[in-house]
């Protein structure tokens, strides 16, 4: 049986650039916001669900993301809406990775709403990203088509970053080096199996 550890962070601390490490060691990992392109993308499965809750979103090349972004930003009840059909779907691939690897010491979910949406509670370990506040805002404001508001409204619908560090197992720091951040990694997983040296 696995050991199940949940992977977040507020958006810009680095998460997918750690998720990456850990697949790099050989751990397997869900990355849920991979899953929901796929889902959304040319073929897939949420795409006439989507396109039939919110007219004109998508495309032959699937959910138009800005589109969509548009018809529920700044909308409450339509958001909520569009969850109701992507988490169930995206618990689903979760549960099908799970069971695929469940002969994996430890398998990482990348979530990033993991304790927004409750996902905290199917893992056993929770692991979180963080950097200095100044470098998430240079981080995120780098992006294209971001901008303040938006980044501020993103941040408003995420737990600010002191209050997941302080329920988090480990903490993950990416205000440095990436190979400090990769022996940060190295050590939650000889940490979680036990291995010494490396």
């Known amino acids: 049986m696995s050991l199940v550890l949940g992977l977040t962070g507020s958006i810009g601390m680095g998460k997918s650039t750690v998720a990456a490490m850990f697949a790099d060691a050989g751990v397997p990992v869900f990355d849920a916001d991979a899953e929901v392109h796929r889902l959304q993308g040319p073929g897939g499965a949420l795409v006439a669900q989507i396109e039939a809750e919110f007219p004109d979103t998508t495309t032959e090349l699937g959910v138009d993301r800005t589109l969509l972004g548009e018809a529920v930003f700044g909308n409450p009840e339509a958001f909520k809406r569009l969850e109701g059909i992507v988490h169930p779907a995206v618990a689903h691939a979760r549960n099908e990775f799970l069971k695929a690897n469940s002969d994996q010491p430890l398998v990482l979910l990348d979530v ?15 692991i979180v990203v963080s950097a200095p506040p100044e470098v998430q805002r240079e981080r995120v404001l780098a992006r294209p088509g ?26 993950i720091s990416t205000g440095g080096t990436k190979d400090a951040t990769r022996a940060e990694v190295a050590a939650v997983i000889a940490c979680l199996t036990g291995q010494t040296g490396g």
Request: a neutral charge; charged letters at 35%.
């Open 112 to 126: 990033p709403l993991l304790f927004e949406a409750g996902g905290w509670r199917q893992v056993d370990k929770i």
């Open 146 to 171: 971001m901008t303040v508001e938006r980044f501020e409204s993103i941040l408003a619908r995420q737990m600010p970053d002191a209050e997941k560090r302080a329920r988090a197992d480990f903490v």
